[in-house]
């Protein structure tokens, strides 16, 4: 017995030592404690004083009450930040499943799996303002630069996403599926896609709602949708009160896709429970 370990009462549950509880978890928590202090109270410190009440009241004599005199051209500029939207998803949901194979450790070899991540944190990297930014330079001021924009943009989030998701299934049903005879394309459909359906649609919805609030930011820059009406607005001396009629707008799509959302997700969550795969 260890000299200087103590008997124990029946019942007592052994009690380590402070040095032995500080895991890889537990130091990384503690730092980013530190960190979280240590940058609060910079902020706080060398902060200057604001006068937060005349602050509010500028805010509303000048951005109230809105003004939604130019409404038409409000809503085909949001129609046209919903179409940036809708395509940019739907094209890197199409690439980040074929991507996020290749990100896999489960599915994909070594090297094809570094290599896959190196290119998905690069696009991951660069902010959506910035692809927007590029992608206005080679194709000028166009939705089509917003659309590639988001569509790198997603890439990197989406099949982050999916890769983690493939590697959190038991892929051998997929690999009996083909030592079976069945073509890579039914594997995955039969032996991997059934057990990852459901968190793919969830990301895919959660990447919808970001790339609607993406798309009216972009134009910002000159790529298409409501945000370069947002730009003019903010240009003009008498445009604050178009400023918040836009945000307002852009709140209600937002907060109505956040909806339906929910409601998708229910009926998928529905479809894939354990009661109705009994079923």
């Known amino acids: 017995m260890n000299p200087k370990t103590t008997p124990l009462k029946s019942g007592q549950l052994p009690v380590r ?16 404690l530190f960190l979280t202090i240590f940058a609060g109270k910079s902020m706080l410190t060398n902060n200057r004083p604001a006068d937060v009440a005349a602050g509010i009241r500028y805010f509303f004599n000048k951005f109230f009450p809105p003004d939604f005199s130019d409404w038409p051209i409000i809503f085909v500029s949001l129609g046209e930040t ?6 940019a998803t739907f094209i890197s949901i199409l690439l980040s499943l074929i991507i996020a194979l290749g990100a896999s450790r489960n599915i994909a070899p070594t090297w094809l799996v570094q290599t896959t991540r190196m290119f998905l944190n690069i696009t991951r990297t660069l902010p959506s303002l910035i692809w927007a930014f590029l992608f206005v ?11 590639f924009a988001l569509t790198f943009y997603s890439l990197g989030y989406l099949g982050k996403f999916f890769s983690e998701t493939f590697e959190s299934v038991d892929v051998q ?36 709602e970001y790339n609607i609030r993406s798309a009216s930011i972009v134009g910002l820059v000159g790529a298409g949708g409501i945000g370069m009406e947002l730009n003019k607005a903010m240009d003009m001396a008498s445009g604050f009160q178009k400023v918040t009629a836009i945000l307002i707008c852009i709140l209600g799509i937002v907060i109505l896709l956040d909806l339906l959302s929910q409601a998708i997700r229910r009926w998928i969550t529905s479809k894939v429970s354990p009661k109705s795969i009994s079923e």
């Open 173 to 208: 049903v997929a690999r009996g599926l083909k030592l079976i005879g069945a073509s890579k394309m039914q594997a995955f459909r039969f032996g991997l896609w059934p057990n990852v359906k459901a968190q793919v649609w969830s990301h895919s919805l959660w990447m919808l």
């Open 17 to 32: 030592r402070w040095h032995e509880r500080l895991n890889f978890l537990n130091v990384t928590v503690i730092l980013f």
């Open 137 to 147: 330079i080679l194709f000028g001021a166009t939705p089509i630069a917003g659309v």
């Open 82 to 87: 919903f179409q940036i939207a809708i395509i």
